[in-house]
């Protein structure tokens, strides 16, 4: 995720609003083909020269930022930048004469901590001919962070093609490059290079289900796709082991790897873990399903940190979904349920792993209460949660989340989590880490400004 998590790259906008305006230093020109290596690095990280428009909690003047200038206006991949929440640090991808390059800095101060050894990606799905990888849908390499064993990593990873030439397709692949979070250095060469086979079936279209994703839910690294049993392996980083999602997905999408098995998203929408668990031995109170009964409901909506969120009918409402439950990955025991119909946007948690939220509704998991930020009888529009702070303070889009610009805070920890208008032009952060936050915004000559404010 958790975050805080994946999105395609046509629908930045929605968690990145509030572009900036501004130089950036020497940013190189952005590259207007993104399936290729810029041969240029990124600018370095500077001192604050673009002031962005934040909330209160955040010192819009004192960080640092970095500009990702290589990269084209539209892509359908994952932006390429990740948080570790456990080492607090940012990593990202830039481009060099060799070919690309992660760059991983500490949050709080922007020193370089490590920089990789220049590699190259698998050839780009557009270079090898597949059709509809061009245009909006060019993939670019990009970054995830994985936590195994106690120890955080960081992953690189792009989608291509090996082995091709004219007279061979090649293998289609997601290539891995694996680095400690804790390394030091330059030109640092990677723990280790993994290569996971993988059959797409189109290019990435902005739906979570569906598309291409490298992420850790809570449970280690997973690579799931658009394949044509939407394919999902584990990896684990240390050792390189691969855990395909075998005769689990023959009853459905595998979505998260827990220590009872796969668990899977049925051909119901409903999930379990086969032969250990289903959705309906943790029933929350006031819905309509009844144990043992397989139906449409129990619908699987997203999993953050160990923990699955999930929607479910009532009596008096058979259409809708008006309630969302919270359940433990591993055993499906219900911790939290609310009287809220989430209008699922894709799972976020604090670095601290108390607060999660998805959409319009969101959890204190320690005080045991849920709070619903959804458009009703107490506000004409919803408000949809980007990040979370470890001291509960949600930051969200206001509206629909497709386009408009405001933006809202809600304290989910100690007020009554009504949500608060922010100023007009806000940005809110894209991720919150122990005292900053992450704010990534649309760069002014093209690609991605990543500005690490503090907490006031």
């Not at 004469?97 to 050839?123: E, K, M, N």
């Not at 082995?163 to 692949?173: H, K, P, S, W």
């Not at 458009?375 to 990040?387: K, M, N, T």
Request: aromatic fraction near 6%.
């Amino acid at each position: 995720m958790h975050r805080r998590n994946a999105a395609a790259g046509a629908l930045l906008a929605v968690a990145l609003l509030g572009g900036c305006g501004g130089g950036e230093g020497t940013a190189p020109t952005p590259a207007q083909d993104g399936s290729k290596a810029p041969g240029k690095p990124a600018a370095p990280a500077q001192g604050i020269s673009v002031r962005l428009t934040t909330p209160p909690a955040y010192a819009s003047d004192q960080g640092w930022q970095q500009a990702l200038a290589w990269m084209p206006q539209k892509y359908s991949s994952k932006p390429p930048i990740a948080v570790g929440t456990r080492t607090d640090v940012v990593a990202y991808v830039t481009g060099t004469a060799d070919g690309y390059a992660t760059q991983v800095r500490q949050t709080s101060t922007g020193r370089i901590l490590f920089t990789s050894r220049p590699w190259q990606p698998p050839t780009s799905m557009s270079d090898a001919g597949k059709y509809g990888y061009d245009g909006d849908s060019v993939e670019l390499p990009s970054v995830s962070t994985a936590f195994h064993d106690g120890r955080e990593y960081v992953v690189t990873w792009a989608h291509g093609v090996v082995g091709g030439d004219a007279l061979n397709q090649g293998r289609e692949v997601v290539r891995l490059t694996v680095h400690p979070a804790d390394a030091s250095g330059t030109a640092v060469p990677p723990l280790r290079e993994i290569e996971v086979p993988v059959e797409t079936q189109g290019p990435n279209t902005g739906n979570d289900e569906d598309d291409l994703r490298v992420e850790d839910y809570g449970s280690g690294l997973q690579i799931h796709w658009n394949g044509s049993s939407h394919g999902a392996v584990a990896v684990n980083p240390a050792t390189g082991a691969v855990d395909a999602c075998g005769e689990a997905c023959t009853q459905g999408a595998g979505v998260v790897r827990t220590d009872k098995g796969w668990l899977v998203r049925d051909f119901y929408g409903s999930f379990l873990v086969p032969g250990a668990w289903t959705a309906f031995g943790s029933i929350p109170p006031g819905a309509s399903a009844v144990k043992g009964k397989v139906s449409m409901d129990g619908t699987y909506r997203s999993a953050t940190r160990g923990h699955i969120l999930s929607s479910w009918h009532t009596p008096t409402d058979p259409i809708l979904a008006p309630l969302t439950g919270v359940h433990d990955a591993a055993t499906v025991r219900l911790e939290e349920s609310l009287r809220c119909e989430m209008k699922h946007t894709g799972a976020v948690s604090s670095p601290n792993g108390r607060f999660i939220a998805d959409g319009t509704v969101a959890f204190d998991l320690q005080r045991h209460q849920g709070t619903c930020l959804a458009a009703g009888e107490q506000r004409e529009q919803g408000v949809f949660v980007r990040s979370v702070t470890d001291d509960g303070i949600a930051y969200g889009t206001v509206g629909n989340g497709l386009g408009d610009t405001s933006t809202a805070e809600a304290d989910l920890a100690t007020g009554s989590g009504v949500p608060r208008l922010l100023a007009a032009g806000t940005v809110v952060p894209t991720w919150t880490l122990k005292n900053t936050g992450v704010f990534v915004t649309p760069g002014s000559t093209g690609g991605l400004l990543i500005s690490t404010l503090k907490h006031r």
